[in-house]
């Protein structure tokens, strides 16, 4: 059983253990190792498509993450409000639009935009007042953000009320009690205490949409994140290049996963 | 409107600070509060007491703010303030689990009423009133400490500071002490008292602990089911009961059930097993309605020479200035006897398996309904 065991994370983390440690290597071949080097990190941090691709996979992560932290606590804090079979029915959407395979997010988020772009295309066509064509509305940076962003949101929504549901009622029946209107309650209680799980929720956002291929794929129109890039370039095989990237990316998400777990495990202290 | 009509405060030329009338609380089918009427007057310490579920949580909520009466009217200082939010009322609230910021040290929690007024008053200001309160809590130097780093009885403490830096009109405290031990318990609530008196803040103080309202309080309402069945100063409370409910939840008594036979003016008697057992009218009751004579423990008489009730002591527990004795008649049962350490010494202990006599006077018992 233990050897069992041992075998799963054997097989689980000996690729990506290959990987970092071909980062690393000096030769040129990505699968056989040739010395100790930083050189393939420089030489991708030198590509310009890279450096191009990495701008907008952190353009579209931090919007998407700050977009689903301000919206997804204001929707958690909503449905705080909310009792009996409406609050069910919501807590199960948002769980099942979690589970929902990316493949299914991208494609259905895919039509959702095009029709609607299909549909708003003309009519801003109609009414634009100036000489010359009017803007279209096409797939690019804004439609990944928003693909992202909603998703995003099922993230912060579920985190965030986990940490609501951990507060005391009478925190906030304590501050009305000592005179601060709803609003101050909010500011100087409610925010504060559920903040950790606000910038839990941001963190994973921020990683889940740097990392995302699938709904990127399909949404992104001629942009390129990173992970695009490296799916296209892998078509031309795998170099050192290519594994630093991978390794790279890998160090951030879990520096933020790790950061993101330090703030949930956060208790008491403010 | 209300037709009950309870024994209200003191005859004084004061207006309430704080009224019930027939102020009902309905959670779909529970009814929590029944059509409680009561008049608060200022200066006072009052308290509820009733058992889990009564719904004395439920009518200080009333009174702070957090729950609107489902009918009938709240006032404070003769205003009607159903629907006036917490925030604008001029009460505080000490909570049960105290329900001190986490987020926050004990200057920043304490300070947090003054904080909210608006314009802001001047930071040496609070500073000076934060230090005055924690003096007067007996929390000198604690400003800058957290929360979780101080025992239950301090927090208690910081929980009472927080409420009182306001000056409220009236002081709510939700089981304060339910969470100290036997010892804090007591020494709270000598704190408190004195603090209520110095303070002069009228004090509405929710428990379930008859021993913790009979010794702190002016008033005691006594709660169940969500209504009130008595109003009355401890001593009457405990001498007076106008019921079986009361005489059995505000101290201990014996319970001795029979028919009533006769009444003649204030007394009564009941047919016991026994032989007719006289006492006095407790409250309306009607000759032939099954009946109880209520008698206290220590208004029992206990010898080894003669008395009405031969009975067999079965048990004995020393309380240290009394002696509980459990002692048994063969018609009436099991009941209680409390004698004194004086009695004692002049008598003898009695050992269990004794044979001893019982007795006690027709005006220390009292005939009460069973109900
Ligand atoms: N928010 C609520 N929703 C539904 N029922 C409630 C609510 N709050 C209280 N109740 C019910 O109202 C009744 C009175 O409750 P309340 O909290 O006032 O009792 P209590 O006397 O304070 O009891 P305890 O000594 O256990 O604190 C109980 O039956 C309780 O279940
Ligand atoms: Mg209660």
């Not at chain 2, 230090?131 to 208690?156: C, H, K, Y």
């Not at chain 2, 209680?336 to 001893?356: I, M």
């Amino acid at each position: 059983m233990r050897i069992y065991a041992a075998a799963v994370y054997l097989f689980l983390y000996i690729p990506i253990g290959i990987i970092a440690l071909f980062s690393f290597s000096a030769g040129r071949n990505a699968s056989e190792f040739a010395g100790f080097s930083l050189k393939w990190y420089g030489i991708a941090l030198h590509n310009p498509f890279v450096v191009e691709a990495l701008r907008t996979s952190f353009t579209v992560a931090a919007s998407s993450a700050i977009l689903a932290a301000v919206f997804g606590t204001m929707a958690a804090l909503a449905l705080q409000g909310m009792t009996g079979r409406i609050k069910v029915l919501f807590d199960a959407l948002i769980y099942i639009a979690v589970m929902i395979p990316g493949i299914v997010i991208g494609i259905s988020t895919l039509i959702a935009i095009v029709t609607v772009f299909g549909w708003l295309n003309p009519l801003i066509a109609a009414v634009w007042p100036w000489d010359g064509p009017a803007p279209q509305l096409a797939m690019g940076l804004g439609s990944l953000i928003a693909a992202h962003t909603l998703f995003n949101m099922a993230l912060v929504i579920i985190i965030v009320r986990a940490r609501i549901a951990g507060m005391d009622r009478s925190f906030t029946e304590a501050s009305a009690d000592l005179y601060a209107t709803p609003f101050g309650t909010f500011r100087q209680i409610t925010l504060p205490l559920i903040l950790p799980g606000i910038l839990a929720g941001f963190l994973l956002s921020f990683t889940f949409s740097f990392d995302d291929f699938i709904i990127a794929f399909f949404v992104a129109g001629a942009n390129t994140t990173l992970p695009i890039y490296v799916f296209s370039s892998i078509r031309r095989g795998v170099t050192p290049e290519i594994n630093a990237i991978g390794t790279m990316v890998l160090t951030l998400s879990l520096i933020l996963l790790v950061t993101a777990q330090g703030f949930l495990q956060r208790k008491r202290k403010g | 409107m209300h037709s009950t009509a309870y024994p209200q405060a003191p005859a004084s030329d004061q207006n309430p600070i704080a009224e019930f009338r027939a102020a009902s609380k309905h959670y779909g089918e529970v009814v929590a509060a029944d059509a409680i009427s009561l008049s608060i007057m200022p200066g006072e310490f009052l308290s509820f007491l009733g058992p889990s579920g009564c719904g004395k949580t439920t009518a200080l909520r009333m009174l702070a703010g957090f729950e609107a009466p489902t009918s009938g009217e709240m006032l404070l200082d003769g205003v009607r303030v159903n629907d006036l939010p917490p925030h604008k009322r001029p009460v505080n609230m000490v909570f049960q689990h105290y329900a001190l910021f986490p987020h926050m040290n004990v200057a920043d929690n304490i300070s947090y009423g003054l904080r909210q007024q608006r314009p802001k008053p001047a930071a040496a200001f609070v500073a000076q009133k934060v230090a005055e309160t924690l003096e007067r809590v007996r929390l000198p130097g604690f400003d800058t400490r957290r929360i979780w780093e101080m025992s239950g009885g301090q927090q208690q403490r910081v929980a009472l500071a927080r409420a009182l830096i306001n000056q409220p009109k009236i002081l709510l405290l939700d089981e304060p002490m339910a969470a100290l031990d036997r010892k804090l318990r007591r020494e709270m609530q000598i704190e408190l008292q004195s603090l209520q008196r110095a303070l002069g803040i009228t004090f509405v103080l929710v428990t379930h602990d008859q021993e913790e309202a009979l010794s702190m309080s002016d008033r005691i309402c006594i709660m169940r089911a969500g209504r009130i069945v008595q109003i009355g100063a401890p001593r009457d409370l405990y001498d007076a009961p106008n019921s079986r409910y009361v005489a059995d939840f505000v101290g201990k008594s014996n319970f001795f059930e029979g028919t009533l036979s006769s009444v003649s003016g204030l007394m009564g008697a009941v047919d016991l097993p026994t032989g007719p057992g006289r006492g006095r009218l407790g409250q309306d009751v009607a000759v032939g309605r099954k009946v109880s004579l209520s008698v206290r423990p220590e208004q029992i008489y206990l010898s080894p020479t003669g008395g009405a009730f031969a009975v067999q002591v079965r048990n004995r527990i020393f309380l240290g200035e009394h002696t509980e004795y459990l002692v048994n008649n063969p018609s009436l049962g099991d009941f209680l006897v409390l004698v004194s350490r004086q009695t004692e010494a002049t008598l003898g202990a009695f050992d269990p398996g004794q044979d001893a006599f019982a007795d006690w006077t027709p005006e220390a018992a009292l005939i009460l309904n069973n109900d």
